[in-house]
């Protein structure tokens, strides 16, 4: 009893590290930039902002949790746009064919990747790695290699649209998926078994575990979910980029990353996949406003990514 | 275990095999009586389409045998494309080369081999290596953007840059170009200048980051349509039309729609059609002996409102 206790001490610290250093990005930068950072509708902007990666950080954060990564969720999410914006033109199909098609599209990449993973015995970063690759090429072969425009009004309100005239519907439906991932992770058989897929595969086996099963899952759920972001991406861009996208992955990882989730898998809470991918969305914004040149902010959100796993390291030392 | 495997190889090479049954033939096999060869770095969007569609186009019409090459970005294979050209002997060859210095040996190899060589588009590093070079000049571009714009905010206002990637050549002779401008409008201030990486996402979230730090910005100026269509739904999402204009490079098909709506104020065409057929003209008068510029600049065409119709498709 003792010991648990001073288990969930060290536990909590830790976490509470993050949340501070969230909250100190966010004093530090409220006070150099009281008249627009500060602003309410500017917080909003950045919820907004965050909603597109925060998606596809909860779809990374089950796979980084199962053990493995997926570097496929920026192509998927250029791909799904492709296929949304072609079948929204205006005049042709009801709102829900494009977004049945986006995210059918994303679900059956995932699915592919968790095969490869789960039956195929390949490591997540190749099998990805290669959907990666392909993915994207098969979206500039879909949109011949030009944004694919001209999509209805119904297709633009999807994610341009807001809920009582000032909340973007982007943060609700970021807010209500990650409502019900966390409750899959933390309150279900399934998520319990995903923590328990990443801690230690041989002993989740023996327990009796379908480990190629939770695999197949959560890999599936990632792409299902690049597939929902790929759409709202289209619907917020007003058009299917093939060329969008690039890099999210990256932004997806650093997000589960800086929310300390553990890289080598078994561990991490769903509010700090949260608290990453608004610590990115805000850096962005708050360097955007005063006008710091991008290349600076490069290396700004680099040192972040390492400061936080670095603190992720010695926490874990300490325990 | 091994037999999921192998199962999973089998399924994988079916897909893959079906994936490439399915794309068209891009290279047209080399004819033996081909006098002329046309090496595109691509076939993959609008703008190598309609180069190579104007190179063919020209050819037809001035009655020359011409073979096309898609180089499939890839530098090392279009220097061997360039390679087997020379030793089919091809009377002359138009380049728009994959890379500015990959195809600097091949080239200078097929003119020293007394083939010459017309470079399209995009310029190499070492431009003497060529026959000549047809093309646009990115300073230009950027100086009939920013003067449209310029002119538009009679000579005074706050103006943004959203640039293309970093050290790129068009993004270094786009902005170039806007700075030589301002140099006359000493009234116009730069208020923000970032990269937004050609790309449209990136630019909606940087110009909506923009909008809100409360600076005022009269004009959106972008290296290219992709940034610019971000720029203007940024704009558009916030209420702004009717202060902010945006102005874009390239003419894509998108862009080209918004300014015909009256929703992006300009955007400038790279002339793509002419630059082809100069190309293959110039090759067929150096085969003819006649004297060429090393460099031979096609103007730039600025669309606006006025103008669109002509060329939307």
């Not at chain 1, 694919?148 to 999807?158: C, D, H, L, S």
């Not at chain 2, 293309?164 to 730069?190: F, N, W």
């Amino acid at each position: 009893m003792n010991e648990n206790l001073k288990k969930f001490n060290i536990n909590s610290l830790r976490e509470l590290g993050i949340f501070l250093a969230f909250v100190f990005i966010l004093v530090v930068l409220m006070a150099l930039s009281p008249n627009a950072f500060a602003k309410p509708a500017n917080l909003i902007n950045i919820l907004k902002q965050a909603s597109i990666n925060g998606i596809l950080a909860t779809g990374m954060m089950f796979v980084i949790i199962s053990g493995g990564i997926d570097l496929s969720v920026g192509s998927i999410v250029a791909l799904s746009g492709v296929v949304a914006a072609s079948f929204a033109h205006p005049g042709e199909f009801p709102l829900y064919v494009p977004l049945i098609l986006a995210v059918g599209v994303g679900a059956i990449v995932g699915l592919i990747n968790g095969a490869g993973v789960a039956y195929g015995g390949l490591p997540p970063f190749i099998i990805t790695l290669g959907t990666m690759t392909i993915v994207r090429g098969v979206a500039l072969i879909a949109a011949n290699g030009q944004p694919v425009f001209n999509v209805t009004k119904e297709f633009e309100a999807t994610a341009g649209g807001f809920v009582f005239n000032n909340i973007p519907n982007l943060v609700i439906y970021y807010v209500v998926i990650t409502l019900i991932l966390a409750f899959v992770l933390t309150r279900t058989v399934f998520g319990r078994r995903v923590y328990a897929v990443g801690g230690n595969e041989i002993a989740a086996k023996v327990s009796g575990i379908n480990v190629e099963k939770i695999k197949l899952a959560v890999y599936s759920l990632s792409g299902f979910l690049a597939g929902i972001a790929g759409f709202l991406l289209a619907s917020r861009i007003i058009s299917g980029n093939p060329t969008s996208g690039q890099a999210y992955e990256l932004d997806a990882i650093a997000a589960v990353v800086i929310g300390g989730v553990s890289m080598s898998g078994g561990s991490g809470k769903w509010y700090g996949t949260v608290i990453g991918a608004l610590m990115i969305a805000i850096i962005s914004n708050g360097l955007d406003i005063l006008n710091v040149s991008s290349h600076f902010q490069l290396i700004i959100k680099g040192l972040i990514i390492i400061v936080a796993v670095l603190v992720d390291i010695k926490g874990k030392g300490k325990q | 275990m091994k037999k999921r495997l192998t199962v999973f190889v089998a399924v994988f090479m079916v897909l893959a095999l079906t994936l490439s049954a399915c794309q068209p033939a891009a290279t047209e096999a080399p004819a033996a009586a081909a006098k002329y060869a046309l090496m595109m770095s691509h076939m993959t969007n609008a703008f190598t389409i309609e180069m190579s569609d104007a190179v063919k186009a020209k050819a037809a019409e001035l009655g020359v045998d011409l073979t096309v090459n898609d180089g499939g970005q890839d530098p090392a294979k279009q220097a061997s494309q360039v390679e087997s050209a020379v030793t089919q002997g091809v009377s002359c060859i138009v380049i728009e080369p994959a890379s500015v210095d990959g195809l600097v040996p091949a080239i200078e190899a097929a003119t020293k081999a007394g083939i010459p060589v017309v470079v399209v588009n995009q310029k190499i590093s070492k431009p003497e290596a060529a026959s000549s070079f047809v093309g646009v000049s990115n300073v230009e571009g950027g100086i009939l953007e920013m003067k449209t714009a310029a002119e538009d905010l009679g000579g005074k206002g706050n103006v943004a840059f959203l640039l293309g990637p970093m050290g790129s050549d068009a993004q270094i002779g786009r902005t170039d170009g806007y700075k030589e401008v301002l140099k006359e409008y000493p009234d116009i201030k730069v208020v923000f200048e970032q990269t937004a990486n050609w790309k449209t996402d990136e630019a909606l979230a940087l110009v909506e980051n923009w909008l809100q730090s409360g600076t005022q910005i009269d004009a959106i100026v972008a290296n290219n349509d992709g940034m610019a269509m971000g720029a203007l739904k940024a704009v558009e999402d916030a209420k702004l039309s009717d202060k902010i204009k945006v102005y874009g490079l390239d003419a894509t098909p998108d862009a080209l729609a918004a300014v015909k709506d009256g929703k992006l104020a300009a955007t400038i065409s790279q002339s793509t059609t002419a630059q082809g057929q100069k190309a293959m003209e110039t090759c067929v008068a150096l085969v003819n002996g006649e004297k060429v510029d090393p460099e031979i600049l096609v103007e730039f065409t600025l669309i606006t409102k006025d103008n669109v119709g002509d060329y939307l498709k």
